[in-house]
């Protein structure tokens, strides 16, 4: 019974190694179904400045497959020919780009331009009081300092700015960003250990300064 194990092994491990060899072959011979896959890399940015456009969605059309742009708006995926490519980001147009499919080597690169896309609202009136005469009689009644400097230190005063900071949220803008760096620094570090700056001389060199001209110090 144990030798018919050790066969029945064997010839499993046979049959898997001839399957690899045959999926190998079939990526390297033209017209094969695995010959269509390409790797598909490229730039998204802006159309008035070329700036790179952050964290943008870069999906195949009706699938799940795609991924997303890094801070520099660079992007790098596994696609087939004559697949549709949608990129989508916040507060540009989408856009879409058909992959050829006479393309003659398995990489292919594209700078995709977004064009900005602006909405106009319509003209909102924010009035204080219900009445013009309540607002004329509060606006009377304001004690405004007359010294613009002692206006200004009031509202430069450091306790108070740093109360505000402190209890200050994210706006959406600001959440978005934080929230697509952070999946996309997983997507990045993905299967590997992330960089640790414990063992980082630059960074050591950095402190060092940094404690030698006294930033450290307590500030009164």
Known sequence: MLKKLYLFMALFTLTG??????Q??????????????????????EGENLHPVPYTSVI???THRGTISD????????????????????G???????????LSSNTYSLIQVLRKDTIYLK????????????????????????NDLARASKNMDRSDLKDKMVGMAMDASLNYKFSSQEYQSKLYYAGQYPPNNLLNPIAWAKFIQAWKNGDFKKKD
């Open 17 to 22: 190694s001839a399957v690899s060899a045959q």
């Open 24 to 45: 190998r072959l079939a990526w390297q011979e033209p017209g094969a179904k695995g010959y269509d896959l390409i790797q598909f890399s490229g730039v998204v940015v």
């Open 60 to 62: 195949v059309k009706n």
């Open 71 to 90: 801070y520099y708006g660079y992007f790098s995926f596994v696609a087939k020919k004559s697949d549709t490519i949608e990129f989508s980001a916040i």
């Open 92 to 102: 540009f147009s989408s856009a879409q780009y058909i992959i050829p499919d006479t």
């Open 123 to 146: 003209v909102t009136e924010v009035y204080p009081w219900p009445s013009k005469e309540q607002f004329k009689q509060a606006f009377l009644n304001l004690n405004l300092p007359d």
